[in-house]
Structure formats: structure tokens, C-alpha cells
Nanobody, 123 residues
């Protein structure tokens, strides 16, 4: 089992950058593929990015490709989401999650979730 705590959210102007962190507890962190999801008010939670257990493979939603970068540091039990060129439509609560299922992109494949961190992008 793994417990996740996100940090790094905040208010930023359009075009700016933020780096989210997700700290994990538990010695098995390195065995879990990890993902970031987001949920805007009135909308469903959606996939943003994912990384495999080693950090060698990454996956992105089309809406963030080329602007966001996911990475992990297994020695620090932490996964990151670097967000550049932020847009107002990126405003949402961002969640990290640990994947136990087969599909990187499917919300149902992730069993462990953090509490979320708010990202607000002003125009």
C-alpha cells in the first residue's frame, strides 16, 4: 500500500510555470507506475500524464503534450509534474495516483490517490 501527498499548487498567470510534487510513503513506491489526473469544477476527473516504474516511459494527454513533463525520483519516493506555458483551461485540482491496473490512461487503473492540490491559472 502507498500513501500520497501532493504539493506545489497555487495561482499563476497564463504563460507561467508550476512544479507539482507527490510524496509517497511506503517502501514499494518504486514498483508502482504513477499518474497525474485533474478535475475542473463541474467536470469529470481526467488523465494528464503517467510514468512507468523506472521513469523510462512517459505518457501524456494531448492537451498537455509539449507543455507538461512528468518525472520521478525513486530514491526520494517522489513523482513530479512540471507544467509550463500554463493556460486558464489548466485550472483544476491535480491528483497523483499509483497504478495497479493495466491501462495508464484509465482512472479505474489507479487504486491509490492523494488529496489533490489546486492549480489556478489567471488570464
Amino acid at each position: 500500500q502507498v500513501q500520497l501527498v501532493e504539493s506545489g499548487g497555487g495561482l499563476v498567470q497564463a504563460g507561467g510555470s508550476l512544479r507539482l510534487s507527490c510524496a509517497a510513503s511506503g517502501r514499494t513506491f518504486s514498483s508502482y507506475p504513477m499518474g497525474w489526473f485533474r478535475q475542473a469544477p463541474g467536470k469529470e476527473r481526467e488523465f494528464v500524464a503517467a510514468v512507468n516504474w523506472s521513469g523510462g516511459a512517459t505518457y501524456y494527454a494531448d492537451s498537455v503534450k509539449g507543455r507538461f513533463t512528468i518525472s520521478r525520483d525513486n530514491a526520494k519516493n517522489t513523482v513530479y509534474l512540471q507544467m509550463n506555458s500554463l493556460k486558464p483551461e489548466d485550472t483544476a485540482v491535480y491528483y497523483c495516483a499509483a497504478r495497479t491496473g493495466a491501462n495508464y490512461y484509465a482512472l479505474q487503473s489507479y487504486d491509490y490517490w492523494g488529496q489533490g492540490t489546486q492549480v489556478t491559472v489567471s488570464s
